[in-house]
């Protein structure tokens, strides 16, 4: 059972009766779209990744909307997903998780925030299970190198969404739907720096996910690109959900 919410409708109640009516207790998590490849997810915890409104033509939200956030996770160095993640952590008292050599970074460069640096592997964090895994790409400030590029899974109220980060398609994709399950995608499909439509397509065969967002799409002219040729690509498999700045998916 999921639905989409848009950003008009979140006054009205978000829990989806039916589904509380049959299974007893379990909440659904919230899945929202900020632009670019920023997201906020909400259930028993609020998660933000790659939180980069500041300079970002299509963000839904701005750093000062959030006041209490649990954790901040970073897929890699690059100013179009480090972005707003320190201002936020100092205001909303969030954990930012990132590869080791970004955690370290950020501490040194700024004082007040709390880091929690991992290295391609599963932990758990305030009772949310996380996976880093790796992805193809770059990561860095612009021209130092800092640590490498990532992607999460990350387990929620039960709930498995895979971000990728920037990357391009990966065969080793299939290992990530073989070892945990995929619930939702959210994968790149701009192109240029990332998968195109068509190597997301082939990564939404590999990963096997219920669903599929697309997303670091139509920010920028290099990354333009229509989403329904991505939906055409993937066929009925897996469940395309495009979903515009602001919108929720809620599973
Ligand atoms: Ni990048
Ligand atoms: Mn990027």
Known sequence: ????????????????????????????????????????????????????LTGNPKAAAKPEDFD?????????????????????????????????????????????????GMNYGPTEIDGVKIVQVPAWHSSSDGKTNIGNPCGYIIE?????????????????????????????ALLPIGGHFTMGPKEAAKAVELLKPKYVIPMHYNTFPPIAQNPEEFKELVGDKTEVVILNPGETFEI
């Open 156 to 184: 929620i109220d039960g709930v498995k969404i895979y971000h990728a980060g920037d990357t391009y398609v990966f065969k080793d994709m299939e290992l990530f739907a073989e070892l945990y399950g995929i619930d939702v």
């Open 68 to 116: 209490k956030v649990d954790l901040i996770l970073i897929t890699h160095a690059h100013g179009d997903h480090l972005g707003d993640a320190v201002k936020i952590a100092k205001r909303a008292g969030a954990k930012i998780v990132a590869m080791y050599d970004i955690s370290t970074y950020l501490v040194e460069s700024n004082k007040g925030i709390t880091t929690i």
């Open 1 to 52: 059972m999921s639905r989409i919410v848009s950003s008009e409708r979140v006054k009205f109640p978000k829990v989806n009766i039916s589904r509380w009516s049959v299974l007893e207790g379990e909440k659904m998590v919230g899945i929202r779209f900020l632009g670019h490849a920023a997201f906020e997810i909400k259930g028993s915890k609020r998660i933000l990744i790659d939180p980069f």
